[in-house]
Structures are given as structure tokens and as C-alpha cells.
């Protein structure tokens, strides 16, 4: 008769309904094998619409129609990290091996690329730039990041480790090393959070977040050095936490602080005199093993810091992130960080 049964018009159109559905299924396929894209990444379907899509009746498939096939390409959002990481293990024990080597390191932490790492779960709620200023001490900053990187990945961290290593051999400005190591962060990524970290002290327990509070925070309450005490009333020193807002607000360390002792005293006068207050975590977490060493040549006690301090409400508004001169000298993205050379100038 020139037209088809019933049946066969039936059986016509699930095949022309299938067919729209498996094309932008195939499409996505393509998609994915030469991105390199997972599967991981797409909208996870409900147990009901995984039960539709597994039935092999092709009028199942034709009710769900294309719109299927346009939720598996759109992009899934994240949950946020919960405030208290499922990782986090408390106090490790820490060891300071002889025979570690860098690519031992590495080996560890290969989701850390360029010094940088992001959880895969979920989205970080903080963004967090470690700042470590450096010279002369490759043996201590292998210890640190060999506990470090894994201590941040516990706590669901979306942070990179910079090493601002100061050229030369001017006497060493720890303060300008952390000013530079900010400003230069700034350039790679809008940090949330920045930790101004010594390279000879290594966390002892990693439910000491590293992570930024409303107000500026000190994270060394304690140290086998000082016997698990505060080292003196007021300190803010070691390794401290500060928002980018937070740290703006007090332009930053001061300048002009070359040797040991002072700068980070002058720190804790500019966040008071900007009416914020200095937090801590608790004393049983807060806990830190120092690397022992000898003073470094080329960083002896500052002289002057006394006098400095005193003249610190007069100057900070002109001494700090806004008068802040250097010359970068080399940028290496390297495995476990990025390291930074610069020339600070001198005294």
C-alpha cells in the first residue's frame, strides 16, 4: 500500500528517538577522549535516572529524550571542602632523615605541579599562598616541604609554596624577602590567605589550619626550642597568618630591617595600631620542632631594632608593600615550588 504498518512506524520512530539520543552521547565522547577530560567531571544522574538510562526498552530511552544527553555535558559544581577536614590526623610524628633527597620528595607529591595543589573532591575555601624567605639553607627547606606539602593536602588547601630566596650577600632582610614573596604571589594568583613561614620550623600537628581568621594569626604558640612555650608576650613571629586585606591594611613589614630580630615585632605594632587583634590556636596544637642551627653569616642580630621599633607609628605608612623596591633576578617554577631570586639592594 505504500505505507507502513503500525508496527513498523512504531519500531521507525525509537530508532529515530535513539539515535537523537546517542549522537550528543557520541559527541561527548569525542570530547572527553581528546581533552583528556574524565568522566568524574560531569553531573552525577540520581539512582532513578541511572536505573532509566540502564533499561534496554527503547521507549524508556525515548521518554527521557535528548535532555539526558544535555545534562551529562554540563559541568558539575563542586561542593565546598568542609570546614573540618575528613584527612586530618593530628599530631605526626615528624622525621629529619639525612639520606632524604628531593626527587624522594617529589615521589610523595606528584598532584603538586609548579608548587601548586588543589583537592579533587571538592573546592578549597581558601586560597592560600605559603611564603618562605630563604637563603643558605636547602637542607632545612627539603625537611619543611617534605612535611609540609602533605600536612597542607590534609587540611584541603588550595595553595603554592613560594620560596623567595634573596641574592647576594648584603645581610639578610627577612622582612623585604616576605614583602616580595606577597606582591610577586599576587601576580600569579588573587590569594585569599597568606603564610609567612620560616624555613626551620615543621608543623607538628595539621589540625593547626593554615588558614586565614578575621583577624591576624599567629600560628608558633609553642616549640621544642622554647619547650613548647610561647617564646615572650606579643610575639608574632615564626610563622604567621594574614588575609590579603588584613596585611594591606598595615603595608605590609617594614623595609628597612636588615639582620636578625625586629621585623616581626614591628608587624604585631602595625596590626594593633589598625585596631585588629592577634588570634591563636590552642597551645596543644599549635606546636612546632625547630631544625637546630647555628646564626647564619650574613644575618646577625640587628643593632638598631630597638630604635626602629620605637619610630614604627611614624613610618608605616610610608614603609612597607608601597615602598617596596627590588629587582627580580629569575622565576623558576620548580616541582615543589616556585622559587623566586631577587636582588633586595642593601642596607
Known amino acids: 500500500m505504500g505505507f507502513c504498518s503500525a508496527a513498523c512506524c512504531k519500531l521507525s520512530r525509537r530508532v529515530k528517538y535513539l539515535f537523537l539520543l546517542l ?12 581533552s583528556g577530560g574524565s568522566v568524574k567531571s560531569f553531573t552525577v544522574f540520581s539512582a532513578a535516572t541511572q536505573a532509566l538510562i540502564k533499561k534496554e526498552n527503547t521507549q524508556d530511552l525515548a521518554n527521557l529524550g535528548t535532555s539526558v544527553a544535555v545534562r551529562l555535558m554540563t559541568p558539575t559544581p563542586r561542593t565546598e571542602c568542609p570546614k573540618k577536614s575528613p584527612l586530618l590526623q593530628g599530631a605526626v610524628k615528624l622525621n629529619f632523615e639525612p639520606s632524604l633527597k628531593v626527587k624522594d620528595v617529589e615521589g610523595e607529591n606528584k598532584r603538586v605541579v609548579e608548587g601548586r595543589y588543589q583537592p579533587l573532591s571538592c573546592t578549597a575555601r581558601q586560597s592560600v599562598a605559603i611564603l618562605i624567605p630563604h637563603r643558605n639553607r636547602e637542607r632545612h627547606l627539603l625537611y619543611l616541604l617534605h612535611h609540609l606539602h602533605p600536612f597542607l593536602q590534609r587540611q584541603q588547601l588550595h595553595y603554592a609554596v613560594y620560596v623567595i630566596q634573596q641574592a647576594g650577600d648584603a645581610t639578610f632582610n627577612r622582612a623585604k624577602l ?40 599567629h600560628l608558633v604558640v609553642g616549640r621544642n ?7 615572650y608576650k606579643g610575639y608574632f613571629g615564626g610563622v604567621s597568618a594574614m588575609s590579603r586585606e588584613q596585611f594591606g591594611k598595615v603595608n605590609g613589614f617594614a623595609n628597612t630591617y636588615w639582620g636578625w630580630g625586629g621585623e616581626d615585632d614591628d608587624l604585631r605594632i602595625r ?12 597551645a596543644d596544637i599549635a606546636r612546632y620542632t625547630m631544625v637546630f642551627h647555628k646564626r647564619d653569616s650574613g644575618n ?42 631577587v636582588d633586595l639592594g642593601k642596607p
Open 23 to 34: 549522537l550528543p552521547l557520541s559527541v561527548l565522547a569525542w570530547i572527553c577522549l581528546f
Open 300 to 341: 646577625e642580630v640587628n643593632k638598631d631594632r630597638m630604635k626602629l621599633l620605637r619610630r614604627t607609628p611614624l613610618v608605616w605608612k610610608k614603609d612597607g608593600l608601597n615602598s617596596c623596591k627590588y629587582q627580580i633576578l629569575s622565576v623558576e617554577r620548580l616541582p615543589l615550588y616556585i622559587n623566586v631570586t
Open 225 to 231: 626550642a622554647t619547650g613548647y612555650k610561647l617564646h
Open 271 to 282: 596590626v594593633e595600631l589598625q585596631k585588629m587583634k592577634i588570634v591563636r590556636p590552642p
Open 178 to 217: 616576605l614583602n616580595v614573596g606577597y606582591l610577586e604571589a599576587l601576580k600569579d594568583y588573587t590569594w585569599d590567605c597568606f603564610i609567612f613561614h620560616d624555613v626551620d620550623l615543621v608543623p607538628e600537628n595539621d589540625r593547626n589550619l593554615y588558614v586565614c581568621d578575621s583577624q591576624p594569626k
